[in-house]
């Protein structure tokens, strides 16, 4: 399976970031497998953000949930983070990932990973 994230690069305070992950090699509602976002902020670690089951369902990080949502496009075989109210904290690459089980135990169980895509949040 192949991920692809593509955005914007460059996204302004206070608004919504929309990227989307397109999915090639398989079908995002296979059953089991989870689609999630993750984020590295420049100089800083890797960040779970969020995921959308293959069921169409979703769970999200308590750092993120107030301000993050996760939605599909079935037909397409995408799936799309927003993040509203963005502040330059929001910088970092972001990429979209494919774990087999809800509950993982380090980033290794994502076992397919898009590129990932620069989002710089400045005015």
């Known amino acids: 399976v192949q991920l692809q994230e593509s955005g914007p690069g460059l996204v302004k305070p206070s608004q919504t970031l929309s990227l989307t992950c397109t999915v090639s090699?398989?079908?995002?509602?296979?059953?089991?497998?989870?689609w999630s976002w993750i984020r590295q902020p420049p100089g800083k670690g890797l960040e779970w953000i969020g995921y959308?089951?293959?069921?169409?369902?979703?769970y999200y990080s308590p750092s993120f949930r107030s301000r993050t949502s996760i939605s599909r496009d079935t037909s397409n075989n995408q799936f799309t983070l927003h993040t509203t109210s963005v502040t330059p904290e929001d910088t970092a690459v972001y990429y979209c990932?494919?774990?087999?089980?809800?509950?993982?135990?380090?980033?290794?169980?994502?076992?397919?990973w898009g590129q990932g895509s620069q989002v710089t949040v400045s005015s």
């Open positions: 090699g398989g079908s995002i509602t296979t059953n089991n497998y989870y």
């Open positions: 959308i089951a293959y069921s169409g369902s979703t």
């Open positions: 990932a494919r774990s087999l089980s809800s509950v993982v135990a380090g980033w290794a169980d994502f076992g397919s």
